[in-house]
T-cell receptor, first 114, second 118 residues
Framework: GNSVTQMEGPVTLSEEAFLTINCTYTATGYPSLFWYVQYPGEGLQLLLKATKADDKGSNKGFEATYRKETTSFHLEKGSVQVSDSAVYFCALSERRGGSEKLVFGKGTKLTVNP | GAVVSQHPSRVICKSGTSVKIECRSLDFQATTMFWYRQFPKQSLMLMATSNEGSKATYEQGVEKDKFLINHASLTLSTLTVTSAHPEDSSFYIC??????????????FGPGTRLTVT
């Protein structure tokens, strides 16, 4: 079945450092790809998405490009802030039984220190 | 933005008892709600999909008689863990899909409920 693999955490960075969180996927067909973020004590929020190959999703300074040739959707940010501390989940959508469902990676915890 | 709430946020119950978890969409109508389970350091695993007014669709390996799901209105879905056992202890998360949503799968997630069965 479809699956998502993302880099193990936790990741600890200093403020203004460059962030990369790797995500690769296995899927039949052409899924849409997502990054969700979960801040402490809150539910998951959609951070960005890409729906076809070579699309770049971006939001709040974060970017990820849908790379079909490497089946990857790595999350990057040029300069992280303390407020970016959260758990980040990579996900893909798959269509089963007439409805679309999300398949998640395990999540990567990011801590940004001042 | 779209907000989904869950109640309770934490619950401790004794083995053999049942516990109900509520999931509400606060500012939108949700024809479809999803229930996930998350183990420590694991990804979210979809348990079931519920559509308003119809029976829930359970994922393979999820016991429908143990995890009862009711989606009685466009803003409320409930998950009842019946005859709970310690192995049911987990973090349960719901999400809701906006009835007015577009073609993309954008789910709005609740903050989760931590269930501990003693």
């Amino acid at each position: 079945g479809n699956s998502v693999t993302q880099m193990e955490g936790p990741v600890t960075l200093s403020e203004e450092a460059f962030l990369t969180i790797n995500c690769t996927y296995t899927a039949t067909g052409y899924p849409s790809l997502f990054w969700y973020v979960q801040y402490p004590g809150e539910g998951l929020q959609l951070l960005l998405k890409a729906t076809k190959a070579d699309d770049k999703g971006s939001n709040k300074g974060f970017e990820a490009t849908y790379r079909k040739e490497t089946t990857s959707f790595h999350l990057e940010k040029g300069s992280v802030q303390v407020s970016d501390s959260a758990v980040y989940f990579c996900a893909l959508s798959e269509r089963r039984g007439g409805s679309e469902k999300l398949v998640f990676g395990k999540g990567t915890k990011l801590t940004v220190n001042p | 933005g779209a907000v989904v709430s869950q109640h309770p946020s934490r619950v401790i119950c004794k083995s053999g008892t049942s516990v109900k978890i509520e999931c509400r969409s606060l500012d939108f109508q949700a024809t479809t709600m999803f229930w996930y389970r998350q183990f420590p350091k694991q990804s979210l695993m979809l348990m079931a999909t519920s559509n308003e007014g119809s029976k829930a669709t359970y994922e393979q390996g999820v016991e429908k008689d143990k995890f009862l799901i009711n989606h009685a209105s466009l803003t409320l879905s409930t998950l009842t863990v019946t005859s709970a056992h310690p192995e049911d202890s987990s973090f349960y998360i719901c999400s809701a899909r906006d009835r007015a949503g577009g073609p993309w799968v954008v789910q709005y997630f609740g903050p989760g409920t931590r269930l501990t069965v003693t």
